[in-house]
């Protein structure tokens, strides 16, 4: 089976830090997300991105995140100044619109 | 902001026996409705889904039934196996899944099937 593919599997940085968090997802799919698991809480959703642009973004994707795709392979999630609550599992996710979202094996941010 | 919960945080079944994990949602534009797996250190995995016109889904060993007027799904494993062990994500779509991968997501279950 197709496979979203996310590095690294953990992330380690100080506070204030920049960190960049990078995935590869399905190669004919169109669609691709961010979501992100705070430890013992819900998955929730963050952004969006199609077309090269962000189509959704949710109210915890402030100006601090940012995404990119910059080579039509990968897709980074950039948090500019790392806070200790940003601490999370990240998942990046990708559609191919056939109902079935693809997601990757996450990243574990942990932010000192 | 609930909009979907599975108010049981864990299930314990033995091996064998039907595993019956439960969601309840608050709003009423949701037309379609998944379970994913999630086993540790793993992404969640598609399991299977339901659009709202229906009230009945089946895939194998896995049924998924949907109550709109209750606005409630139960996801049904028949029989459970010790590999079923895992946390199951219940999730919700706004936009008619064919279009979007936005997903409200519920808390989650652990099952743990026994042998």
């Known amino acids: 089976e197709p496979e979203v593919t996310q590095t690294p599997s953990h992330q380690v940085t100080q506070m204030g830090q920049e960190v960049i968090l990078r995935c590869v997802p399905i190669s004919n799919h169109l669609y691709f997300y961010w979501y992100r698991q705070i430890l013992g809480q819900k998955v929730e959703f963050l952004v969006s991105?199609?077309?090269?642009?962000?189509?959704?973004k949710s109210e915890i994707f402030d100006d601090q995140f940012s995404v990119e795709r910059p080579d039509g392979s990968n897709f980074t999630l950039k948090i500019r100044s790392t806070k200790l609550e940003d601490s999370a599992m990240y998942f990046c996710?990708?559609?191919?619109?056939?109902?079935?979202?693809?997601f990757g094996s996450g990243t574990q941010l942990s932010v000192l | 902001d609930q909009q979907v919960k599975q108010n049981s945080p864990s299930l314990s079944v033995q091996e064998g026996r039907i595993s019956i994990l439960n969601c309840d949602y608050t709003n009423s534009m949701f037309d379609y409705f998944l379970w994913y797996k999630k086993y540790p250190a793993e992404g969640p995995t598609f399991l299977i889904s339901?659009?709202?016109?229906?009230d009945k889904n089946e895939d194998g060993r896995f049924t998924v039934f949907l109550n709109k007027s209750a606005k409630h799904l139960s996801l049904h494993i028949v029989p459970s196996q010790p590999g079923d062990s895992a946390v199951y994500f219940c999730?919700?779509?706004?936009?008619?899944?064919?279009?979007?991968?936005?997903?409200?997501f519920g808390q989650g279950t652990t099952l743990q099937v026994k042998p």
């Open positions: 996710a990708s559609f191919g619109g056939d109902e079935k979202l693809f």
């Open positions: 991105f199609y077309n090269n642009e962000i189509s959704e």
């Open positions: 999730a919700a779509s706004l936009d008619g899944s064919s279009n979007t991968g936005k997903l409200i």
């Open positions: 339901i659009s709202s016109i229906k």
